[in-house]
C-alpha cells in the first residue's frame, strides 16, 4: 500500500513587468520582420509606452499585493 504524501505547491508570484516586457519585445520583433514599422521613431515611440505601461501595471500589482 503506497504512502500519500503531500506536496505543498511551490507557487510564485507573477513578475508582470518581466512578462509584460518579454510579450512587448516579441511582439516588437515580428512587427519588425514583417516589415510592419519601418521608422526607427516609431519603433522606440512604440518601445517606450510599452515599458511604461509595463511598469505602471507591474506598480500597481504591488500596490494591489500590499508589499
Same mark, same amino acid.
Request: glycine fraction near 8%; proline fraction near 3%; charge should be positive.
Given at each position: 500500500?503506497?504512502?500519500? $504524501?503531500? @506536496?505543498?505547491? !511551490?507557487?510564485?508570484?507573477?513578475?508582470?513587468?518581466?512578462?509584460?516586457? %518579454?510579450?512587448? *519585445?516579441?511582439? &516588437?520583433?515580428?512587427?519588425? $520582420?514583417? @516589415?510592419?514599422? !519601418?521608422?526607427?521613431?516609431?519603433?522606440?515611440?512604440?518601445?517606450?509606452? %510599452?515599458?511604461? *505601461?509595463?511598469? &505602471?501595471?507591474?506598480?500597481?500589482?504591488?500596490?494591489?499585493?500590499?508589499?
Amino acid at each position: 500500500m503506497p504512502r500519500e $504524501v503531500e @506536496r505543498q505547491k !511551490r507557487l510564485h508570484r507573477t513578475d508582470w513587468m518581466a512578462l509584460l516586457s %518579454g510579450v512587448l *519585445f516579441v511582439v &516588437l520583433g515580428i512587427l519588425v $520582420v514583417t @516589415r510592419a514599422i !519601418r521608422e526607427p521613431v516609431v519603433l522606440i515611440g512604440v518601445m517606450v509606452l %510599452g515599458l511604461a *505601461f509595463a511598469g &505602471l501595471v507591474a506598480i500597481v500589482a504591488r500596490v494591489v499585493r500590499g508589499k
